[in-house]
């Protein structure tokens, strides 16, 4: 029962370094999310995902890609890292559109320098 | 667009006291509601929801939450405090469009249980 798995739990970049964050579920979810959290700031989304081969922009989109070849996985990249992208990044996914309630991954803390 | 206003960052309450945290919403349509418990280190766990109905609604770990729609708020409570509540609160809201229902949150609640 494993839930939402993301990897890695912690990362340090520097600046202008591509990286990707891996999120995958066992739950065979169609929604799923990327937020990012912020002290005083609450999560953000970032994109999110109606199912396979859908993908959308949310909030705060800018410097990040996603897509979603399967229903498990949903990666979220960083094209090129920048300071500002210091947080901590959450996967969440959804049985349906509302309903259901998210269920969120244990987070990946990124730091770039 | 919506959004969620949680307006006590910190509070802090005696074990086995009560407990009320905040939380009001701005949202056109009847919203979807939820309360979200994050403990340090760890993801966000759903306490609650409400999405029509009663609008007293009951979550895990004993916590209740009432919907009141002329107030806009969804004010999350607990009778007694526990030591292990002590955590960061998160309210959020739900708002369907025609790709799925994204949640807005608000900016948490830190929660601290003095002994």
């Known amino acids: 029962n494993a839930g939402v798995t993301q990897t890695p739990k912690f990362q340090v970049l520097k600046t202008g370094q591509s990286m990707t964050l891996q999120c995958a579920q066992d739950m065979n979810h169609e929604y799923m999310s990327w937020y990012r959290q912020d002290p005083g700031m609450g999560l953000r989304l970032i994109h999110y995902?109606?199912?396979?081969?859908?993908?959308d922009q949310g909030e705060v989109p800018n410097g990040y890609n996603v897509s979603r070849s399967t229903t498990e996985d949903f990666p979220l990249r960083l094209l090129s890292a920048a300071p500002s992208q210091t947080s901590v990044y959450f996967c969440?996914?959804?049985?349906?559109?509302?309903?259901?309630?998210?269920?969120f991954g244990s987070g990946t803390r990124l730091t770039v320098v | 667009a919506q959004s969620v206003t949680q307006p006590d960052i910190h509070i802090t309450v005696s074990e086995g006291a009560s407990l009320e945290l905040r939380c009001n919403y701005s949202?056109?349509?009847?919203?979807?509601l939820f309360w979200y418990v994050q403990s340090p280190g760890q993801g966000l766990q759903l306490l609650l929801k409400y999405f029509s109905g009663d609008t007293l609604v009951q979550g895990i770990k004993g916590f209740e939450a009432e919907f009141k729609r002329s107030q806009s708020s969804f004010n999350l409570r607990k009778p007694s405090v526990h030591w292990s509540d002590a955590a960061e609160y998160f309210c959020?809201?739900?708002?369907?469009?025609?790709?799925?229902?994204?949640?807005?949150f608000g900016g948490g609640t830190r929660l601290m249980v003095k002994p």
């Open positions: 949202y056109g349509a009847t919203p979807y």
């Open positions: 969440a996914s959804s049985p349906d559109r509302a309903r259901g309630g998210y269920t």
């Open positions: 995902s109606v199912g396979a081969g859908i993908t």
């Open positions: 959020a809201v739900g708002a369907l469009n025609n790709a799925g229902n994204m949640l807005t």
